[in-house]
């Protein structure tokens, strides 16, 4: 491989209380999908009333992502997995996909979540998955954990007028203002508190969580629970 004229310059260090930052953050992400394939799931009681789902409604599967907007792992599953499931599962009518929010990581994750529930509340199931959509994309690929206040309000609002107009934003931002939005982020809060949730993403199919090592364990989750085992 040739040198180019930069290869002598010095690359710049990070702080060693940085890089153990980073690396501990993306283990807890992790931990959402990396299970031992062999522990058997019980089926727990998972309310979904009042949630933003993809699919139909009497589809026989319910598959639920335990999320924070901030996770870069949770980043990655929005852009490579989910795009799988829709094609393999929900565009199919055998699942519903939901999204609830477990925002762990800091002020960002509440604030874009929190966000987030007032998009859902005053523009609608469509519109949600859209801003939905929309934040995990403008996540920075190479996001720098130190700097804490990536998703300001500011950030929020500009990325919604993205996609509606501005009359509709302005609602979504005095439904936040006015913290209406605040119950339905605390619901979820405490339905991942009940289920013992410790990490991003995680994902549960009919009330059984997740606990195999790829995306054929998945979909063979997903399969048997379609035929009712």
């Given at each position: ?77 929005n852009e490579s997995f989910l795009p799988q499931i829709q094609k393999d599962f929900i565009n199919t009518g055998k699942a519903r996909f939901y999204f609830m929010n477990y ?127």
């Amino acid at each position: 491989m040739s040198k180019g004229k930069n290869s002598k310059k010095k690359t710049k260090r990070q702080s060693p209380k940085i890089i153990f930052w980073i690396v501990g953050l993306l283990a807890i992400c992790m931990g959402g999908l990396l299970f031992l394939s062999n522990t058997t799931s019980k089926v727990e009681a998972i309310d979904y009333n009042k949630q933003p789902f993809l699919g139909e409604e009497l589809a026989p599967v319910q598959i639920v992502e335990f999320g924070d907007y901030k996770c870069p792992i949770c980043k990655n599953f929005n852009e490579s997995f989910l795009p799988q499931i829709q094609k393999d599962f929900i565009n199919t009518g055998k699942a519903r996909f939901y999204f609830m929010n477990y925002s762990f990581i800091n002020v960002d994750s509440i604030r874009s979540a929190k966000f987030g529930e007032a998009v859902y509340k005053e523009l609608g199931n469509e519109t949600f998955w859209e801003f939905h959509e929309l934040l995990f994309n403008k996540q920075p690929n190479d996001l720098k954990y130190e700097r804490m206040d990536i998703f300001t309000e500011e950030f929020l609002e500009d990325a919604l007028k993205e996609i509606v107009s501005e009359e509709e934003a302005q609602k979504v931002v005095k439904t936040f203002h006015n913290k209406e939005s605040e119950s339905a982020w605390d619901n979820d809060m405490k339905e991942a508190s009940k289920l013992e949730i410790t990490g991003t993403p995680t994902l549960f199919v009919n009330g059984k969580k997740f606990e195999g090592n790829s995306y054929e364990d998945f979909k063979e989750m997903v399969e048997n629970a379609a035929k009712g085992e």
